[in-house]
Structures are given as C-alpha cells and as structure tokens.
C-alpha cells in the first residue's frame, strides 16, 4: 500500500459543478499538506497548502484535512475549463520531502 | 526566463546509451530533487540534495545517478538506459523549510527504444 492513495480519474463534470478531489493516507507522522496542479505539458505548480486540521480557503478552492481519518479534499467551486489540470495532493513530516498521490486528472467541459 | 530550466526538453535514445538530463536553477534555493513521472504513477523521487556536498537516494535511484556541480546545478544520469526508464523527469526546487514547497522545472521527456 502507498503511503499516499489519490484515485487517478478521470474525473469529468460540466462548467460550474462543484468538484471533490481526495487523498487518504497512512502515516499518522505527516503534518503538512499541499496540493498541486499540472497543467498538459508543464511541472507541477503549488495550488493550496495546510497544516493540521481544518479548512483553508482561497477563492473558488478550499483545503480540508482531516488527521483524525488521515483524509484530504480539495474543493473547487463554480468550476471552469480552464480548472482542467491534474491534480496531485503531496504531503511530508518533518522532512520536508513530500510523498505525492498519484494526481486525478480533472476535465471541465463547457 | 524559467527560474528552473531543464535541458533537454524531448531527448529519444538507444538501450544502452548514456543519458544526461541537466538542470539549472535561478532561485537561490539550496535542495535540488530529481523526480520520475509515469501516467498513472504520480511523480517519484530519484535522488535530492539539500546543499551542494550532500546527494541522498531517493525511492528508485537503481539505474541513476546524479552531481550537483554547483548550488544552482543539477545534473541527473542514466549509465546506460533501458526501455523502462522512458519517462517524464523533473527537477525540482526548495527553500522553504517550514513548508516544503517544491517549485518544478517544465519536465525533459525521454523516450528509449
């Protein structure tokens, strides 16, 4: 078992559907939690990044994490196609060496 | 410019040939990493360096190697490639010590035939 688990998509919903992405993990020692987003062609760039429990906005996207179930979301709302991207959630302890999900490939279509 | 630039961008080679996949940074940072992607697989570490005198194996070093020539250098090689090495590889920065974010170059495509 990964020590990082993220369902690969694709995930395909209409313009303006309210997405949910997530990650579970196994190793209760990890504090930090990132998610990125790559667009076709292109690194990854950092989208949101938490530490500890709770949620964090900024604009349309919201971070969650929950230690106690070892679960991440990532919410977008109003989606776009221009949100099309794969997203990979990376998380680390102490380290600062983050383990990345596999990515979910997102698609919006008009 | 790109503040982490990779070269080359699209290289395809022979089984057997010997790979360097090259890169530089304009961001200060102190840690360099190499990472593997395959579709479906996520990115995968291969080797990091946190300062120019320290190299550290990542999850699937076998069949790499690297040199950090400089702080602002890092350079990745395949002795001798072979067909499951083709891959999406990126290099990778950081300096953020509390929150580890990682700030990646646009990736050096490899095919080997």
């Known amino acids: 078992q990964k020590e990082v688990e993220q369902d690969p998509g694709p995930l395909s919903v209409p313009e303006g559907a309210i997405v949910s992405l997530n990650c579970t993990y196994s190793?209760?020692?990890?504090?930090?939690f990132m998610w990125y987003r790559q667009y076709s062609r292109k690194g990854p760039e950092l989208l949101m990044y938490t530490y500890s429990s709770g949620n964090k906005e900024d604009g349309r996207f919201t971070a969650q994490v929950d230690k106690s179930s070892k679960y991440i979301s990532l919410f977008i709302r109003d989606s776009q196609p221009s949100d099309s991207a794969t997203y990979l959630c990376?998380?680390?302890?102490?380290?600062?060496?983050?383990?990345f999900g596999r990515g979910t490939s997102l698609i919006v279509h008009p | 410019d790109a503040d982490v630039t990779q070269t080359p961008r699209n290289r395809i080679t022979k089984t057997g040939k010997r790979i360097m996949l090259e890169c530089s940074q304009t961001k200060g940072h102190d840690r360099m990493y190499w990472y593997r992607q395959d579709p479906g697989l996520g990115l995968q570490l291969i080797y990091y360096s946190f300062d120019v005198k320290d190299i550290n194996k990542g999850e699937i070093s076998d069949g790499y190697s690297v040199s950090r020539q400089a702080q602002a250098k890092f350079s990745l090689s395949l002795e001798s490639a072979i067909p499951n090495q083709t891959a999406l590889y990126f290099c990778?920065?950081?300096?953020?010590?509390?929150?580890?974010?990682?700030?990646f170059g646009e990736g050096s495509r490899l095919t080997v035939l």
């Open positions: 190793n209760s020692a990890f504090q930090y």
């Open positions: 990778a920065t950081s300096d953020h010590k509390y929150t580890g974010e990682l700030f």
């Open positions: 990376a998380i680390h302890g102490g380290s600062y060496i983050p383990t």
